[in-house]
């Protein structure tokens, strides 16, 4: 089954904890992004990779760091959590032309960051 | 301005009506438009996309673009309780770059 999966589903921590969420997909897709979504708010991307090892900011990128040493993988690290990192991620990945093609998305992480 | 725009309602209709849902943009240069649909604490899932200007069918689901007026819809025909989540609107500015709105709430009741 065609999917992108998000690892884990609720987490909470404390500030200043290292943290690693991981997402994967299997469709062979070369674009892969983050976003958060909060209340009010909606989806903001935080980082967003075009293919294996590029990388680049999205609107919210402060405290995050991501990787992409494989095509399927590309996992969120948070070196120090803050309080403001509580969220709900989403991991999504396009088969297309970035931007123009739909987004699969993860199933989410529930973070809370205490 | 938002880049785009939608109303976060909740949006309330009866079971078997037609739902309405607008989104508006503001870069006159967006070439592809996504309506998505988010349950409560889940995923979005893509429910449609249109790239043209007009109408765009898929079952009980109609997409309308008008680029001119730079707003995107989605109707729903024959809306059932199932139906009751919120809708979002992606765009496609003209830099490649992907931008949602927030979200409107539908509720359908029976």
């Known amino acids: 089954e065609a999917q992108v999966t998000q690892n884990p589903r609720y987490l909470i921590t404390v500030t200043g904890k290292k943290l690693t969420v991981t997402c994967s997909q299997n469709?062979?897709?070369?674009?892969m992004s983050w976003y958060r979504q909060d209340p009010g708010l909606g989806l903001r991307q935080i980082y967003y990779?075009?293919?294996?090892?590029?990388?680049d900011k999205g609107d919210v990128p402060e405290g995050y760091k991501v990787s992409r040493k494989e095509k399927r993988n590309f996992p969120l690290i948070l070196e120090s959590p803050s309080p403001n990192q509580t969220s709900l991620y989403f991991c999504?990945?396009?088969?297309?032309?970035?931007?123009?093609?739909?987004?699969?998305f993860g199933n989410g992480t529930r973070l809370t960051v205490t | 301005q938002k880049e785009v725009e939608q109303n976060s309602g909740p949006l309330s209709v009866p079971e078997g009506a037609i739902a309405s849902l607008n989104c508006t943009y503001s870069?006159?240069?967006?070439?592809?438009f996504f309506w998505y649909r988010q349950y409560s604490g889940k995923s979005p899932e893509l429910i449609m996309f249109?790239?043209?200007?007009g109408d765009k069918e898929d079952g009980r689901f109609t997409a309308q673009l008008n680029k001119a007026s730079q707003y995107v819809s989605l109707l729903i025909r024959d809306s059932q309780p199932s139906d009751s989540a919120t809708y979002l609107c992606?765009?496609?500015?003209?830099?490649?770059?992907?931008?949602f709105g927030t979200g409107t709430r539908l509720q359908v009741f029976p």
């Open positions: 999504a990945s396009s088969g297309g032309q970035w931007g123009n093609s739909p987004l699969h």
């Open positions: 469709m062979n897709h070369e674009y």
């Open positions: 990779s075009m293919n294996v090892e590029v990388t």
């Open positions: 870069d006159r240069g967006s070439q592809s």
């Open positions: 249109i790239y043209s200007n």
């Open positions: 992606a765009v496609t500015m003209m830099t490649d770059k992907l931008i």
